[in-house]
């Protein structure tokens, strides 16, 4: 199993270093962008994290990015905006259950409480599903069939981290 691993590894970067105008290359839509919300002591946040990079954190993954969106709470006499705010979450990568082909990888993030405007938010854990879109190319779903063999095997964290912003570069 781990040899097959790291052939798909192989050839999923080889088919990141072919040329801007391969057509492995061709791009068009954004990585995902997370819908959140989050309780505080007396209201709640609710906006989006864009997705920067996937790093190793520990003995595990974490994504970094920006937050966006609005705080409403007793506290504060207006809604509060929260513009491009650093934010990570600690991750995980697994196999979608059920799912017929190895192309879908599931990124489960883990329930955190953070202050968010100044204010402790508590975001409850979330999944999001990827799968390859329109018009980004057949190597999306080799990067994500690797990333999801990676994740079914225990790869290293830091193979895994690779994988998952070698997917992230897919859809830029």
Do not use: W
């Amino acid at each position: 199993m781990n040899r097959r691993l790291l052939i798909v590894t192989i050839a999923s970067l080889g088919l990141l270093a072919a040329p801007a105008g391969a057509s492995a290359q061709s791009g068009g839509s954004r990585f995902p962008t997370v819908l959140l919300t989050a309780k505080t002591a007396q209201g709640r946040f609710q906006g989006r994290f864009d997705i920067r990079r996937f790093r190793v954190r520990g003995a595990g993954l974490a994504v970094f990015g920006r937050l966006n969106g609005t705080l409403r709470d007793r506290r504060y006499p207006t809604t509060q905006r929260v513009r491009n705010a650093t934010f990570s979450f600690d991750v995980a990568a697994a196999r979608v259950p059920g799912a017929t082909t190895c192309a879908r990888l599931a990124i489960v993030f883990g329930a955190r409480t953070a202050p968010v405007g100044g204010l402790a938010a508590t975001f409850a854990q979330r999944t999001l599903v990827l799968r390859p879109r329109r018009g980004t190319g057949r190597s999306t779903g080799e990067v994500l069939c690797a990333a999801s063999s990676a994740a079914a095997s225990n790869a290293p964290p830091s193979l895994t981290a690779h994988l998952l912003n070698a997917l992230r570069l897919q859809y830029a």
